[in-house]
């Protein structure tokens, strides 16, 4: 009887010999493991060059076995475009934060997005700047306390939370951009599946990839993971819907 | 014998990045650069070569870190405004220990200014220009041939050290018209790019590539303490390495001018006419404002020389031409206000530096 491995710890993880680095109930890691698994999957390992922002996604570099790139905050989509345009033949891909992306980072992707770069941009979007301690994030929900909004964002003064993934679908060179999560099994198998295309859309020389993936940030949101778990459905989810908002094979 | 082209400061850059081997480029326009940018759009596809119009100047120093990162030749080009707005990311090169050229082609500021030539940013390039301690080797071009071959030894010395190196023109030096002779010059040898990352398929031991700017974090260095100890052993090596300048008669001058870039040709100029008078004055020319040769002038100056400082600011060189001299010389100064026209258009003439000659040889 021959033995087939049908699960296994992706070999793409880098052993956290040193300790893990993650809060109780952090959604990034999972992000990071499904990312490993794909590329794994994919056999694009070898070819993977990763562009962390500094934050949390920073971690990644500690994590992802592969070629990985560190620069200033809020440039990852530069610095991928270069890398991209240097090696066309590898996947290239960013993982940023939803400040990262799309306040300070708001100038790289825009000249990504309409130079159409063969890039993919993953999101983590947990609502908040997490490793400096919670202070208000472009997505961050009306009314949501955080240390920087004490009584709660006033949209009013504050402005809305802003829809990456419905935005970027609005661009003529975006192939591809979805919202997803990693709350449970299923929405977990499904973001895998969100990574498989966005990284097939660049091989194929699409446009531009995008994932956004709701994430929990128990210590930030001063929630237990168990109820970081339910605010994602009941909070984030209701302003943020999962789906696809482009998904396209040829851009003319 | 390299082919012998007449064409501006600018584009003898573009040639010497070519010959250089540089196999990127980024930029965003900006007067007075664009001829750089557009050189690239428009010979760098037919080469097979990367050129990316950027969307701002911290897209071209960001993609320009990526690019370094992959271990290429690359380059972009800017100029005063541009060049301040990438001082974040040069801070980040300087850490991350990536090689790449920055080319800033000055203008006048504080500012906007106008987009005509100055010479205010020598404090920004030779002090790093951005946060936390590192220096970058800054070479100075006065004339378009030296625009091509400077440039290609800035590829050189920033494989040579991993570190970026600026080379710092002004508007007169870029937009002037003079013969050059383009000429791949050969250095040396270079060590390998190991370090650089291309996906971990294509490294030989088959392990992973990391490029980041923290230095502590994944091993490149022990500690903060070390990298800092690395950075400063780096700094002294490049600084004991690398000085380069032109002595022009300086050797038995009694009075003895100090410039770099446009105003350097001035004040020649200005050195031949007072030679012509009788007075015994020289020149000293900078090639790199960093390092800069406080030695070779605290020697002139132990010798009774005095100096005169020619540059087109309100006074940065000069003020390390004071930390030179140790209090040993007089230190005499034509700057940006001694310009031959009150509008932007004014320059630093040779006449207003003979006549600056002529009174410190009197005193």
Not at chain 1, 198 to 225: D, I, T, Y
Not at chain 1, 235 to 246: A, S, T, V
Request: with cysteine; net charge negative; charged share 20%.
């Amino acid at each position: 009887m021959t033995r087939e491995r049908i699960v296994a710890k992706p070999r793409l993880l880098v052993p956290q010999t040193a300790g893990f680095v993650y809060c109780p109930g952090c959604h990034e890691p999972l992000v990071a493991k499904a990312i490993a698994e794909v590329l794994d999957e994919l056999e694009m390992g070898d070819s993977a060059v990763g562009v962390f922002d500094i934050g949390c996604s920073s971690f990644l570099l500690g994590i992802l076995d592969i070629d990985s790139v560190l620069g200033p905050h809020g440039r990852p989509p530069d610095m991928a475009t270069a890398i991209k345009h240097i090696y066309p033949n590898n996947v290239v891909f960013t993982v940023q934060g939803d400040g990262g992306l799309l306040s300070i980072g708001a100038d790289p992707l825009m000249g990504a997005l309409a130079r159409a770069e063969k890039i993919t941009i993953i999101m983590i979007n947990n609502a908040v700047y997490g490793t400096t301690g919670g202070q208000m994030a472009p997505t961050s929900l009306a009314g949501q306390k955080t240390t920087t909004t004490p009584g709660g964002r006033d949209v009013s003064k504050h402005g809305f939370p802003v829809h990456a993934a419905e935005m970027i679908a609005t661009f003529k060179g975006t192939a591809y951009s979805v919202r997803c999560a990693v709350n449970n099994p299923y929405n977990y198998g499904q973001t895998r599946e969100c990574l498989k295309t966005a990284f097939a859309k660049q091989m194929r020389g699409v446009g531009l990839s995008f994932v956004e993936v709701l994430s929990a940030c128990p210590s930030n949101w001063h929630l237990s993971p168990a109820d970081a778990l339910r605010w994602i459905e009941e909070g984030l989810m209701l302003e943020f819907p999962l789906g696809e908002f482009k998904n396209v094979d040829k851009i003319e | 014998m390299g082919e012998r082209m007449f064409i501006e400061g600018n584009v003898a850059v573009a040639y010497g990045a070519s010959v250089a081997g540089c196999q990127a480029f980024f930029g965003y326009p900006i007067t007075p650069q664009n001829e750089i940018t557009e050189w690239f759009a428009r010979e760098f596809p037919k080469m097979g070569r990367v050129f990316v119009q950027t969307q701002s100047e911290l897209g071209s120093i960001n993609m320009l870190y990526g690019a370094a990162a992959t271990g290429v030749r690359a380059m972009t080009s800017s100029s005063s405004p541009g060049w301040s707005l990438m001082q974040e990311t040069v801070s980040d090169l300087a850490n991350a220990e990536l090689p790449c050229v920055i080319v800033n082609v000055q203008r006048g500021g504080p500012g906007g200014g106008p987009i005509r030539h100055a010479q205010q940013d020598y404090f920004q390039c030779t002090r790093g220009g951005g946060h936390g301690d590192y220096r970058n080797i800054v070479l100075v071009p006065a004339s378009s041939q030296e625009c091509c071959d400077l440039t290609q030894l800035a590829f050189y010395l920033a494989d040579k050290y991993r570190n970026p190196v600026i080379v710092m023109s002004d508007a007169i030096v870029g937009r002037l018209r003079e013969t050059v002779e383009v000429e791949k010059i050969e250095f040396g040898s270079l060590p390998g790019k190991d370090w650089a990352v291309s996906g971990k398929g294509k490294h030989r031991d088959g392990e992973r590539r990391v490029v980041e700017h923290s230095g502590d974090l994944f091993g490149r260095y022990s500690s903060y303490h070390s990298l800092l100890q690395s950075l400063d052993e780096k700094i002294k090596r490049m600084q004991e390495a690398e000085l380069r300048y032109e002595d022009y008669k300086a050797e038995d001058a009694s009075l003895i001018l100090v410039a770099y870039g446009y105003t350097a040709r001035v004040a020649k100029e200005a050195v031949n006419l007072a030679r012509s008078a009788g007075i015994k004055a020289g020149l000293l020319r900078l090639i790199t404002a960093w390092p800069f040769p406080y030695e070779v002038i605290r020697q002139k100056a132990c010798l009774g020389s005095n100096f005169l400082v020619v540059e087109d600011s309100l006074g940065q060189l000069v003020e390390d031409v004071r930390i030179a001299v140790e209090g040993n010389s007089d230190i005499g100064m034509v700057n940006i206000l001694d310009r031959h026209m009150l509008t932007d258009g004014g320059m630093i003439l040779p006449d207003r530096v003979l006549a600056k000659i002529e009174e410190m040889s009197r005193a």
